[in-house]
Antibody
Framework: EVQLVESGGAVVQPGGSLRLSCAAS????????LHWVRQAPGKGLEWVSL????????FSADSVKGRFTISRDNSKNSLYLQMNSLRPEDTALYYC?????????????WGQGTLVTVSS | SSELTQDPAVSVALGQTASITCQGD??????ASWYQQKPGQAPILVIY???NRPSGIPDRFSGSSSGNTASLTITGAQAEDEADYYC?????????FGGGTKLAVL
């Protein structure tokens, strides 16, 4: 059974930093591109970032470019999101997402999310 | 960057057919996927690559795409289908989501 379990969400002040983690199991981790998708309270889904199987291919939404860094540790079956210079508009539930075997942007498994609140 | 446009709300009578559309320039090049999200839950993939249904998704869910428009059809809508539905696609190096459609089953 595929499982994606996010952690690391917290309340942080504007300008602060946070590192999210996602522990994956139930599939061959190294075979898949992984993504972070976020959802602000009461709002729609917003794609944040992706990382390819080989660590090197990463892309991010313009809204987080230069502030957020996605990474993965294939030896630990883990995905990460380093979030710097946080803004109130970054407040959201952050989902760790696995792409479908047919490729992105179809996402066949989602974690339950970890909540990030940016507030003074 | 590209955008995907969805109607904010659609309603359907119980047992009738609901159609939810998604419009965007990128759909002329890339495929669309559809997700169902119920309150307090993570999204669930219901259609991938325009018209493919994952295992476990009822066959009343179907998808299609033509030109710059993708569609999700629910044939014989059930009460449990009441939810938010999001389309997504991509452009060169980005993933794009539509704004979502709230489906009410009356």
């Amino acid at each position: 059974e595929v499982q994606l379990v996010e952690s690391g969400g917290a309340v942080v002040q504007p300008g602060g930093s946070l590192r999210l983690s996602c522990a994956a199991s139930g599939f061959t981790f190294t075979d898949y591109t992984l993504h972070w998708v976020r959802q602000a309270p009461g709002k729609g889904l917003e794609w944040v970032s992706l990382i390819g199987r080989d660590y090197f291919n990463t892309f991010s939404a313009d809204s987080v470019k230069g502030r957020f860094t996605i990474s993965r540790d294939n030896s630990k079956n883990s995905l990460y999101l380093q979030m710097n210079s946080l803004r109130p508009e970054d407040t959201a539930l952050y989902y760790c997402v696995k792409e479908h075997s047919r490729g992105w942007p179809s996402f066949d498994y989602w974690g339950q999310g970890t909540l990030v609140t940016v507030s003074s | 960057s590209s955008e995907l446009t969805q109607d904010p709300a659609v309603s359907v009578a119980l047992g009738q057919t609901a159609s939810i559309t998604c419009q965007g320039d990128s759909l002329g090049t890339y495929s669309a996927s559809w997700y169902q999200q119920k309150p307090g839950q993570a999204p669930i993939l219901v259609i991938y690559h325009n018209n493919n249904r994952p295992s476990g998704i009822p066959d009343r869910f179907s998808g299609s795409s033509s030109g710059n428009t993708a569609s999700l059809t629910i044939t014989g809508a059930q009460a449990e289908d009441e939810a938010d539905y999001y389309c997504n696609s991509r452009d060169t190096n980005n993933v794009i989501f539509g704004g979502g459609t709230k489906l009410a089953v009356l």
